[in-house]
């Protein structure tokens, strides 16, 4: 009698250890990280960030070069492994100008990657005046062949000519970008809770000493272009390029082959300024994680209910062969 008590007590306990364990829920809850890098970063804007003239890159495939964008991607897919995946998305486009980016924007092509973005990173405005800038160039002999210009040879005279032609053409194309880059900012500031990072141009045309008509004049043109960037920077933080290049463009540009994009250098330079700028602010990454097993209400009162009847078989069975005895 008491060895069929004991199977019963022990089958019990068997019975509420299976409940419980079948009765148990995990729940999905949000924790929150901080980061010095994005997470999730998206590059907008014209051939800058989209790597120009980068080994591997195309006009179709902003993914395949060395370019400042990619450079950070790999970067922080390692350093972020042990907290999330990394994403990064480049829609930066080589030739586009900031009413091509406002279009875009406007197009509610982007609303998603914008939602989901820690941080957005844009290069924009530099196309609405240099391809001015460029048309002088080539009207001062250009050599379609090697792309140098024969200083000795150039009419200084007519150069100057054309600078001033081209001074209000270059200010209303300026006080169009400026137009433009209000609304670029609001639109980013409503389609995105990341950070918006705007980068400021460099003068490419720094190197060109023998030709100082030529650098003041792109001096001027670009300072106000920066300055444009300055003075609207209330839905943006400035990633200040043009300071951090000064005096290095024949270096990390390809200038000197009449190419105002930045070569390898250029965008490993690039890249450790941005990262400098992320880390300045740091991020926050809210991740959605099941936490620990626990038992249900259900599970609770089961388990109670068992034990009780346990201790009520463990005080009446006593009782029962106290009774039988009695009787014998």
Do not use: W
């Amino acid at each position: 009698m008491f060895r069929k008590v004991s199977s019963i007590i022990v089958s019990a306990f068997i019975l509420c250890g299976f409940t419980a364990c079948s009765l148990t829920e995990r729940e999905l809850v949000e924790t929150e990280y901080i980061t010095e890098v994005p997470p999730r970063m998206l590059f907008l804007g014209d051939s800058i960030p989209a790597g120009y003239g980068l080994d591997g890159y195309t006009d179709s495939d902003n993914y395949n070069c060395e370019s400042y964008s990619n450079i950070l991607k790999v970067k922080y897919e390692t350093e972020l492994s042990e907290i999330c995946n990394h994403e990064m998305q480049n829609f930066a486009v080589s030739g586009a100008t900031s009413d091509d980016l406002l279009n875009l924007l406007d197009s509610g092509k982007l609303d998603s990657a914008l939602e989901s973005s820690n941080a957005v990173v844009v290069s924009i405005g530099g196309n609405d005046m240099l391809h001015i800038m460029f048309s002088m160039l080539s009207d001062l002999g250009m050599s379609s062949e090697n792309r140098t210009i024969d200083i000795e040879n150039i009419d200084i005279f007519g150069a100057a000519v054309q600078l001033m032609n081209m001074d209000s053409e270059i200010d209303d194309a300026l006080m169009n970008f400026e137009v433009n880059l209000k609304e670029i900012s609001t639109i980013l500031g409503n389609k995105t809770n990341g950070t918006v990072y705007m980068q400021t141009l460099y003068n490419p045309l720094e190197t060109f000493t023998d030709l100082q008509l030529i650098v003041d004049f792109s001096e001027e043109k670009i300072n106000k272009y920066n300055q444009i960037i300055r003075n609207n920077a209330q839905n943006y933080t400035i990633i200040d390029i043009a300071s951090e290049f000064e005096g290095k463009c024949g270096e990390l540009t390809r200038i000197k082959t009449l190419d105002i994009h930045p070569n390898e250098d250029g965008h490993r330079f690039i890249a450790e300024i941005i990262d400098k700028s992320f880390r300045d602010a740091g991020f926050k990454y809210i991740k959605q994680e099941y936490s620990a097993p626990h038992l249900t209400l259900l599970a609770v009162f089961l388990i109670l209910g068992g034990i009780c009847a346990i201790v009520a078989v463990l005080l009446i069975i006593p009782k029962l062969f106290k009774k039988k005895d009695d009787e014998v």
